[in-house]
């Protein structure tokens, strides 16, 4: 079964940085785009981020340009999403997703094209 595991989320203050993990289990993160999203209380999903191995290889939500970075660790199969400088608009509960429906698929910043999704993982940011 192919499944996306989440972690890394908690509880920050302004300013601070956190550093979340993508795992997926029966395939290949390498060979799809992954993208990060996230969704506030009484907000619509959003993508922040995405990762792929067609051009554009990279995809950042222009309020995270510049705070946050999605890298890849090949050898352990993990999606990182660095996120620095957060502030009480990060907060939301964060997803990764990937796009199994064809192999090197491009990133995309809605959520429809994505067929997999983990499980979430909270992200708090307060004073």
Avoid: H
Wanted: glycine share 12%; hydrophobic share 25%; with cysteine.
């Amino acid at each position: 079964q192919v499944q996306l595991v989440e972690s890394g989320g908690g509880l920050v203050q302004p300013g601070g940085s956190l550093r979340l993990s993508c795992v997926g289990s029966n395939f290949d993160l390498d060979t799809y785009a992954i993208g990060w999203f996230r969704q506030a209380p009484g907000k619509e999903r959003e993508g922040v981020s995405c990762l792929s191995r067609r051009d554009p290889p990279t995809y950042y939500l222009d309020s995270v340009k510049g705070r946050f970075t999605i890298s890849r660790d090949r050898g352990t199969k993990t999606i990182y999403l660095q996120m620095n400088n957060l502030n009480p608009e990060d907060t939301g509960i964060y997803y990764c997703a990937a796009r199994t429906s064809y192999e090197y698929s491009k990133c995309a910043p809605n959520s429809t094209p994505y067929n997999t999704w983990g499980q979430g993982t909270q992200v708090t940011v307060f004073s």
